[in-house]
Each structure stands twice: as structure tokens, then as C-alpha cells.
């Protein structure tokens, strides 16, 4: 069980926005750490989505965004589209592990 | 374009070691902008993150598989290797090599395709 906490789920028909929460706690994301995000499409390696808390890499849609508050982060999908059906993680790192950790990973499903 | 590669046996009997490597192409492992970790993922579930290498040698391993991990690199071939002693089934899964950002929060922004490594008699 990972210290941060993400839904198992999330689901929303094409077109829509969903939304995707990473719960940590003091030891890490409400310490300052930034927060990156990952996609995972089914059979393949992760792909880093959104980098230090809100910025994307090159290529990646700009309908993918991300925020960050308190001991919390979001990411956020707009324009919801069939090929955006993928697991996603977040990641941060945690001074009570004195190293990186991933979140619980949340499956997406377009309806 | 960095290209990773994972190899090694894909089946390792109860008790005795994993070792795996990864050949990292079209980018250097001695580079001080990097750090070269190991995730793995046990089948149908979450990320669990292993440990990375810093070019000046230093280590670092979640400590709950610390006892057992050992991370090193051979320079002359570019590469990066894993190894996790006394294995069982739990550690049964798709073990990722990645590239990871310097940095206490560094994120990884290059990752192999994945190895599975099923832990079977």
C-alpha cells in the first residue's frame, strides 16, 4: 500500500473532463516535493505525462494539465477521447522513505 | 532518441537471484544530469519504485527491498544492472529500467519496455 492515495477509477464519456487525485500527506507532497504524472497504456511502459507538478513534456496535449495544493495533487483531462483510456500514476517523493514513491494508480475508462 | 533495454532470464526459481540489465543506447549512464533506477510492476498492479545509481556511485533503495537489491553500472558497456537476492513469488513482475532526473524529486522521463520475471519451481 503506497503512502499516496489515488481512486482505483475514474470514468467519463468522450468529450468530458475528469478528474484524477493523488493524496499524500506531510512526509511528501505536503513537504514541497513535486509531483509528476505518468500514463500507462495497456501493455506498455509508463510515460511521463506532467513533470514537476504542472508542466508538460514535449508532445504531450495540452488537454492534459495538472495542480497542486496542500498535501494533494490533481490531474485533470479535458476533451476526454478513447486513446486517453490508460492507468495513471502519480509520483513524489517521501522523506519518510528517503526516496521516490509512486501513487496506487487509478484506471481510466472512456465510456 | 535514449533507448533502454531490459534483459535477462525470464524465470527464476524461488531462493535464488534475479539479475537483470539494462543497455542504455544514444545516451551516457556517466552523466551527472542523471540518475538510472529500477520499477517493477507485479502483474495487474501499481508501480513500486526499487532503486536508482548516481554516476558517482551513490545508491539508494527502498528500504523495503534494501536488503536484498544490489544496483550497479558498467561503464564500458553502458549498462545497468539489477540484482534482488533470495526472491519468491511476490517478486513476480514486469521490471522496468528507467532514466530519472536529478534531483530529490526527480521524475523519470525514459523508461525501457519492461522485462517480466516470473519467480517459479
Known amino acids: 500500500q503506497s503512502v499516496m492515495t489515488q481512486p482505483p477509477s475514474v470514468s467519463g464519456a468522450p468529450g468530458q473532463r475528469v478528474t484524477i487525485s493523488c493524496t499524500g500527506s506531510s512526509s511528501n507532497i505536503g513537504a514541497g516535493y513535486d509531483v509528476h504524472w505518468y500514463q500507462q497504456l495497456p501493455g506498455t511502459a509508463p510515460k511521463l505525462l506532467i513533470y514537476g507538478n504542472t508542466n508538460r513534456p514535449s508532445g504531450v496535449p495540452d488537454r492534459f494539465s495538472a495542480s497542486k495544493s496542500g498535501t494533494s495533487a490533481s490531474l485533470a483531462i479535458t476533451g476526454l477521447q478513447a486513446e486517453d483510456e490508460a492507468d495513471y500514476y502519480c509520483q513524489s517523493y517521501d522523506t519518510s522513505l528517503s526516496g521516490s514513491v509512486f501513487g496506487e494508480g487509478t484506471k481510466l475508462t472512456v465510456l | 532518441q535514449l533507448h533502454l533495454q531490459e534483459s535477462g532470464p525470464g524465470l527464476v526459481k524461488p531462493s535464488e537471484t534475479l539479475s537483470l540489465t539494462c543497455t542504455v543506447s544514444?545516451?551516457?549512464?556517466?552523466?551527472?544530469?542523471?540518475?538510472w533506477g529500477w520499477i517493477r510492476q507485479p502483474p495487474g498492479k501499481g508501480l513500486e519504485f526499487i532503486g536508482t545509481f548516481y554516476y558517482n556511485g551513490a545508491t539508494y533503495y527502498n528500504p523495503s527491498l534494501k536488503s536484498r537489491v544490489t544496483i550497479s553500472v558498467d561503464t564500458s558497456k553502458n549498462q545497468v544492472s539489477l540484482k534482488l537476492t533470495s526472491v519468491t513469488a511476490a517478486d513476480t513482475a514486469v521490471y522496468y529500467c528507467?532514466?530519472?532526473?536529478?534531483?530529490?524529486?526527480?521524475?523519470?522521463?525514459?523508461w525501457g519496455q519492461g522485462t517480466l520475471v516470473s519467480v517459479s519451481s
Open positions: 528507467a532514466r530519472r532526473a536529478a534531483g530529490t524529486t526527480g521524475y523519470f522521463d525514459n
Open positions: 544514444r545516451g551516457s549512464i556517466s552523466s551527472r544530469s542523471y540518475y
